[in-house]
């Protein structure tokens, strides 16, 4: 069976988007930014949903196109799910380019409390929350400056600004088999 | 599991006829009130009582009923009215939303719901607490009378099942990779008996004594299952949350015991990263530092010291694990909250000797299982 159904955005988009210097694209951009409950075509032109194997490092995306300063200003939140009753589950990832699409994610992570005792620290936190069997979710994010961030979160804390990350680049992103 | 294997609804719930009186139901399968109705003999008065009061509660069990007045003549009702162990359970409905317990939609003195996950859910519970009962003579999941509560419906397409503390709760699933978590004795089982851990020996979840806390687990929800249908350890499945998958997965179960690594081979959900050995073990800082991969260890450990020893796997292996866990007269009681594998390898063996003496079938079987799966070497005393 397969889940790969996400429709990524169309090539031509996206690669226009990237493309775009200009004021119309930018607004285009702009107005489709991620939102909320959108379904995995929601996503902004230039927030295609990743495709590969290639994720693990930011810099492995091929070019596209002949902007060379695509990759130094690509945004890119990876999302793995683990625990549960099976203890394994889905990775998803969203690559944001398009200069409005990456503000947009950009105000969204530095919305979460990143510095909260929790983050990094996942297994003594979960385990400390009580119950069994719950999901603890790995947040990683690339930005553009190459700069990393990565959190862990148990389910029992994915509240609020954590809750509202994880839910847009699971509706945006492209989901991976298990791991 | 298929509903044939279940008891039938009139022996779930129990009515309140004649001269006895108006208690809730206690939930057992009617070959196993007919055992424990002559449990006496081994040491469990209150549950045998309570048994021989069940089979002549029900006018569905006149056969049970009539063996069991063979077996041992009912005792006056003064004798077990105060300390009748008796299942106490309530499930909700969280309605597809995420904020628990829910709206209470069954409890002891409600007929059958029309909603399967309700009725599943009721039965497991009842299913374990008679394990626990019959099996261990432990009333309940603190030992104490717990009521037992569960939560169904929780989340929308939510593909888990787990405990918060308090109560069990179970997800739909979404459909496509997981069908509802109720559809699982086993899966049941396991959920109760974190809450028997967490009374007990407390075992902290991460590595390797999350780990153990895991395994515990599977080792109860098998022997639940086992349990429920009457099945002997090499007759068994060994298999943890068959039923869960919907049909276009490539897999089993979420696990299996007996063969860790092998329950599943999917392109969602991939390969079952399971160890059967320590040679195998993973290092991770995911779930928990891999809680739910590593108990593969402990896992085959308990199935190959079950099917060596063969029976009923509660009645021996099953008691051994548990006496580690809890605690036993004879036992250094219990494990540590921080116990590793080789800890609790050590007082499963500890255990046995103490329960079956220190030649035992039972503590030798159970020494070389552990040695087999790598946590015991020759540096340990036998
Ligand atoms: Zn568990």
């Known amino acids: ?179 | 599991m298929s509903s044939s294997t279940r008891p039938p609804a009139s022996a779930l719930h129990c009515p309140t006829t004649g001269s006895v009186p108006a208690r809730p139901g206690f939930i057992v399968p009617p070959y196993l009130l007919a055992r424990l109705a002559e449990a006496d003999a081994h040491g469990m008065p209150r549950a045998a009582e309570a048994a021989r009061r069940s089979l002549l509660a029900d006018p569905a069990l006149r056969v049970e009923r009539e063996r069991a007045a063979v077996a041992t003549p009912a005792a006056p009702a003064s004798v077990w009215a105060a300390a009748t162990p008796t299942v106490r359970r309530t499930i909700f409905d969280a309605g597809n939303a995420e904020s628990l317990p829910g709206r209470p939609v069954r409890d002891e003195t409600d007929a059958p719901a029309d909603d399967v996950a309700v009725n599943e859910a009721f039965e497991g519970l009842g299913a374990t607490y008679a394990l626990l009962l019959e099996a261990f003579g432990r009333d309940s999941v603190d030992g104490a009378g717990l009521p037992l509560l569960a939560t169904v419906h929780y989340g929308r397409d939510y593909d888990n099942a787990f405990w918060d503390g308090e109560r069990m709760v179970f997800g739909d699933g979404d459909g496509e990779v997981f069908g509802r978590f109720t559809a699982s004795l086993s899966v049941i089982g396991h959920e109760l008996a974190h809450g028997v851990t967490q009374y007990t020996a407390g075992l902290v979840y991460e590595g390797q004594s999350g780990a153990l806390n895991e395994s515990f687990s599977d080792v109860l929800g098998a022997l639940v299952e086992q349990h429920q249908r009457g099945q002997r350890a090499e007759e068994a499945s060994w298999l943890i949350g068959e039923g869960l998958f919907t049909e276009a997965v490539q897999g089993r179960a979420l696990r299996s015991m007996s063969e860790p690594g092998t329950a599943y081979d999917d392109d969602v959900l991939g390969k079952d990263p399971q160890p059967a050995d320590m040679a195998g073990y993973v290092d991770t800082r995911d779930d928990n530092g891999g809680v739910h991969l590593n108990s593969g260890i402990p896992n085959r450990a308990f199935a190959l010291a079950a099917t060596e020893l063969g029976g009923f796997a509660w009645e021996r292996a099953g008691r051994v694990w548990y006496d580690a866990l809890v605690g036993a007269p004879g036992a250094p009681a219990p494990v540590s909250p921080r116990a590793t594998f080789a800890e609790f390898a050590a007082a499963t063996v500890t255990a046995a000797h103490a329960r079956f003496g220190a030649e035992s079938t039972e503590a030798s079987a159970i020494d070389r299982a552990w040695r087999t799966v790598g946590v015991r070497s020759d540096d340990d005393p036998r």
């Open chain 1, 1 to 179: 069976m397969t889940t790969h159904d996400d429709d990524p955005a169309p090539p031509g988009a996206a690669r226009g988007a990237e493309q775009a210097t200009g004021g119309a694209a930018a607004t285009a951009a702009r107005d489709a930014e991620p939102h909320r409950g959108g379904a995995a075509t929601g996503a902004a032109p230039g927030s295609r949903p990743a495709t590969g194997d290639d994720s693990d490092s930011a810099g492995s995306e091929p070019a596209t196109g002949d902007d060379s300063d695509a990759a130094g200003s690509e945004l890119r939140i990876t999302v793995a799910r683990s625990g549960g009753l099976l203890g394994t589950g889905p990775r998803w990832t969203v690559t944001a380019s398009a200069e409005a699409d990456v503000d947009s994610w950009l105000s969204l992570v530095e919305s979460c409390p990143w510095d909260a005792p929790e983050p990094g620290d996942a297994p003594a936190a979960a385990a400390t929350v009580g119950g069994a069997d719950r999901f603890v979710y790995t947040i990683r994010v690339f930005l553009p400056s190459a700069e990393e961030r990565d959190a862990r979160v148990p389910e029992q804390r994915l509240d609020g600004p954590w809750r509202d990350l994880v839910d847009r680049v699971k509706d945006a992103g492209h989901a991976e088999p298990h791991r």
